[in-house]
Every structure is written in C-alpha cells, then in structure tokens.
C-alpha cells in the first residue's frame, strides 16, 4: 500500500472525537423545533414568530460560514472546534433560561454564529486525514454524529412532557462545555505526527504555495464551474429540505392529528434516521465506485435526489400516515447521501488550501436559503397554506439540485488533487497552514 495511503490509529480517533462533537451540534440545534407546543405557549408566539426562531438561526449560522472556513484555513482548525463547542454549548444552556421571544431570539443567534465555525473546520480536518479509499466512509462517519443528535433531539417533544421543555437546553448546554473542557486536554495538538517523513512532506508541500487572502480564495472557488454547481445544487438543497426537517413535526401534529410526543418522533427521528442509515449505505458506495469513476462523489447523491423528489412530493399529497413515513424515509436517505459526499465531491473541483472555505460557502448558501423557506413555510402557515404544499415546492427544488450534481466534473489533476501536493494525513498540517500567515 501506498505511504499516503497508510492511516494512523489517530487519524480515526480524530473522527471519533468529533463524532460526539457533531452529534451535540444537531442536538441543541434540533432541540427548538421538537418543542413547538411548550414554547409557543411559554413565550406567547404564534408559527410565524417560532419559525423565526429556526430562521435566524439559519440566516446567522449561513453568512458566517464563509468566514468561519477562511478563519480554520488560515489559523488551524483544532483551537477552532474547541471554541466554537465552548461558545455553543453556552447559549445552548441560555436558551433554557431566557424568558422572552426577544431573549431566545437573541440566543438562537449567538447559537448561529458559534456553530458556524465548527462544521467547515472539522471536514476539512477530516479530509487532510483520510484520502482516496476512506474519505467518503471517514466523512460518512462524522456527519453520521448529525443525524444522532437530530434523532435524540426528536425526542424534545417527550422530553419536555415529562420535565418541562427548558431542562433539556440546560442539560444539552452544561454537556457541550464539560466535552469541550475534555477536547482541551485530549484532542491531537499541532505536534503529534503521524510520521516523521509524512510531517515533513507534508509541510514542504505547503510552504512550496503561498497563503491565499480571503477574496482570493472567493475569487479561485467562484470562478470554478464544478464548484458554482455545487454551490447551486446546495442553495436548492438547504431550501427544500430544512423547512422539512423544522417543520414536520408542526405538520404530523397540526395537520394530521399525531400528538406531540408522537409528532417529534415521526418527524425529526424518521428523516434523520433515515439519513444517518443512507449516509452509512452511501460513503460505502462511493469509496467503491470512486476506485474507476472520479464523478462518484457527486453521482451517488444525484441519484439519490431523483428518486426522492416524488417521494417527497407525495408527502404533501396523501393523508395515510405509513405511506407519508415511507417517503419521508426515502427523502431523508437522500439528504445522507449528500452528506457522505458534499465535502469529498468539493474536493475533486477546489484548491486544498481553500476545503474549509468551500466547505463554508457551501454552508451559506444552503442555511440562509434553508431559513428563508422556514420563515415563509410558517407565514403561509398563518395564511392557511398546509405545510404539505410547502413540502411539494421543496420536491422540485431537490428534483433541480439532482441535476446540478449530474452536471459537476472534477478538475484536472492539479491543487485540487492531494496527489499533486503530498500526504496530508498528519495533523502536522495545523502548523504548516499557520506558518505562510507569518511569512
């Protein structure tokens, strides 16, 4: 096997520990939409004022993303993770103590900017680690701590029934600063290696490139065609399927009559369920197909696009209860699909130097236009528009984002390929990134 190609113990504890990382970021993120009886009732709000609450989330959360990827790029990505958990996991534990619509707004949002740093910073992380036959299954992996958290957060609706809805943001907030304290001490420093001979090719091949000032980093990501199609199909994305997932809760519960601890699991815990297993299926296949084909990483979700856009469509289109949770799995396999390759399909069309800043842009455009089409899902709520109509729009915006990933080639051989740069698996690269900042 090839030296590059040979992975430390370490290079997998690394996934492991950010496992729970990404499993507490959907959780305190997810927690909000699982409790729409209880805290409309505590803060005297009706739909169009709580889905703001995921609104401003996502708005805040997407405009610091591509700041947020730049900062992990130019400065290192382990002493961000470690600070956007700490930051997170505090207003997590607020939002169980403010008493007002304007104080949870306010706490949503300072959750918005400190998740933002994370998630750009921990793939990136991820994929300097795992290469070729592992980086789909390692990224699988990490993000399948995201459909956990979401599925344990579809248990807020039970949760607050027994304890009241702010117990489960105290306990969730005083977890994430306790496991952040834990990172400190035993997360890989910018000195482990995971050989001497990796670290140094590692870091020749970084000082041989110069540092990349942010709009130049925009400017190379924006300026490439498989890129924008990505960043196309994600915009789609992130508009169809975050007011499912905010809104299918309210939709069992207010419009087909499930109650509300019923309502949480049939919603959240079906979809993210669904996607933690089709994330599983996914990261597999492409790890395979991607041995013969380099267009694997964006043909997987593709597929898996187009043949969840009639499901979803049907959901707003029957009232039976088993037939409406076998598309939502469908869809929410679908949505895991993606996830195991959104990261390892940016890699085969950007700069290495730039992940963490695709990565970002690509979070932007999916999380603001995710929260637009939250917001305008509770308003035509307030109009008498069902949430099933909102849900067959959001089927033809994921029957559009399938064709954009059909349309993304990988680039030629060049910065976009780790080959053309050396091993990257040693975390040694924290050092070598910070080190062209100073020259």
């Not at 030296?3 to 520990?17: D, K, M, P, Q, T």
């Not at 700490?86 to 939002?95: D, E, G, I, K």
């Not at 049939?266 to 299926?281: E, R, S």
């Not at 593709?302 to 076998?326: E, R």
Request: net charge positive; glycine share 10%; hydrophobic share 50%.
């Amino acid at each position: 096997m090839h030296r590059a190609e040979r992975l430390s113990r370490g290079a997998w504890a690394i996934v492991a520990l950010l496992w729970l990382v990404a499993t507490l970021n959907y959780l305190d993120r997810q927690l909000v939409v699982t409790m729409p009886g209880p805290i409309k009732a505590d803060l005297g709000i009706g739909n169009e004022r709580f889905g703001l609450l995921s609104s401003v989330f996502l708005w805040i959360y997407g405009i610091c993303s591509p700041i947020a990827g730049y900062v992990a790029d130019r400065f290192g990505k382990r002493p961000v993770i470690i600070a956007s958990l700490l930051v997170w996991s505090a207003a997590t534990f607020v939002t169980g103590i403010v008493t007002s619509f304007e104080g949870m707004l306010a706490a949503r949002a300072m959750l918005g900017v400190s998740e933002a740093f994370y998630m750009p910073a921990a793939v990136a992380l991820i994929v300097e680690y795992h290469r070729g036959p592992t980086r789909s299954r390692a990224t699988g992996l990490h993000l399948s701590g995201v459909y956990a958290g979401s599925v344990l957060g579809g248990l807020g609706g039970a949760f607050a029934e027994m304890y009241g809805w702010r117990t489960g943001f105290l306990v969730m907030g005083a977890i994430g600063v306790a496991y952040a304290l834990v990172l400190m001490i035993f997360f890989p420093r910018p000195t482990d290696r995971v050989s001497d001979e990796q670290a140094r090719e590692a870091t020749a091949a970084f000082e041989a490139l110069p540092s990349t000032p942010l709009a130049g980093a925009f400017k190379s990501l924006l300026t490439t065609r498989g890129f924008l199609f990505l960043l196309a199909m994600n915009l789609l994305n992130g508009a169809a399927y975050w007011p499912v997932r905010n809104w299918l809760p309210e939709f069992f519960r207010s419009e087909l009559g499930v109650d509300q601890a019923w309502s949480g699991i049939y919603g959240p815990m079906t979809f993210n369920g669904a996607a933690f297993i089709g994330m599983l299926i996914a990261s597999n296949i492409s790890d395979w197909w991607s041995g013969w084909n380099e267009r694997a990483r964006a043909l997987v979700p593709a597929i898996g696009f187009m043949i969840a856009a009639p499901c979803l469509f049907a959901v707003g289109a029957v009232d039976y209860i088993p037939i409406i949770l076998a598309c939502v799995l469908v869809a929410g396999m679908s949505q895991g699909f993606l996830d195991a390759n959104l990261m390892p399909a940016a890699c085969t069309v950007t700069d290495f130097r730039h992940r963490a800043t695709a990565y970002g842009l690509l979070n932007f455009v999916g999380t603001t236009a995710g929260g637009v089409m939250t917001y305008v899902g509770g308003m035509l709520k307030e109009q008498n528009v069902p949430f099933g109509t909102t849900f067959q729009v959001a089927s033809l915006l994921i029957f559009v984002a399938g064709l954009c990933l059909f349309a993304v080639k990988p680039a030629r051989v060049g910065l976009s390929d780790p080959r053309a740069a050396g091993p990257l698996p040693s975390s040694r690269n924290e050092v070598s990134e910070r080190e062209p900042a100073s020259r």
